[in-house]
């Protein structure tokens, strides 16, 4: 499934325009679309089209694995999952913020018909929180990019006063527009994933507008 990854595109445009960091790989020529890089969990579609689109990159506050390599998405989940602790076995994590335990990932188990996981957001210290944030990996892009735009709106910041994720964690209000996701959650579909303190839970009523 070919993607033309507007969500991205839009989040590449953000950086350029307001001088974040911006730094593209090289692009893959295997297309891996359908390959299980772990077995019973095919690879997200999207993803595959993003490898094939800047291979792995750093956006902004946020880091896209290569596919392959010490560094690349099939290492980094094989070490994550010999630790035996959820929510990683369930999940395959694609990317993360720069030097901090933030990770984000996609959710093969919740694949619509087409393929398309939706992403989750991990805190990956030792009191692990674990946040539903995107219907599929474009939105996740797309919103992630209209929160910079905010931020420049009400903020014009500089490079230097962009050093943190505002989202998705402090703008429940952002994720909740993604109606396909809200619907998910509504469902129970994220029961088991997401984490039962009561920050994360207050984080869930406040998207759902409980």
Not at 69 to 75: S, T
């Amino acid at each position: 499934m070919e993607s033309p990854l507007k969500g991205l595109e839009r989040l590449m445009a953000q950086c350029r325009e307001q001088r974040l960091p911006l730094r593209l790989g090289t692009a893959s020529t295997e297309d891996s679309t359908g390959r299980e890089l772990f077995p019973g969990q095919p690879l997200d579609p999207l993803l595959a089209a993003v490898f094939r689109r800047v291979g792995d990159a750093r956006v902004a506050e946020l880091t896209l694995y290569p596919l392959q390599g010490e560094h690349g998405v099939v290492a980094i989940n094989r070490t994550l999952r010999e630790r035996g602790e959820a929510p990683f076995p369930e999940c395959l994590v694609f990317g993360q913020v720069p030097s901090l335990a933030y990770r984000f990932a996609l959710v093969p188990g919740l694949a619509d018909p087409h393929g398309l996981q939706p992403v989750v957001f991990i805190d990956d210290h030792s009191e692990k929180e674990v946040l539903p944030v995107a219907s599929n990996l474009d939105r996740f892009f797309d919103a992630y990019a209209r929160s910079i735009e905010s931020f420049a709106r009400e903020r014009t910041p500089s490079p230097e006063a962009w050093d943190d994720m505002d989202f998705p964690r402090f703008e429940p209000e952002r994720v909740a527009e993604d109606t396909v996701l809200v619907e998910m959650m509504r469902a129970g579909r994220f029961d088991g994933l997401v984490t039962r303190d009561e920050e994360s839970q207050r984080w869930m009523r406040q998207v759902l507008g409980l």
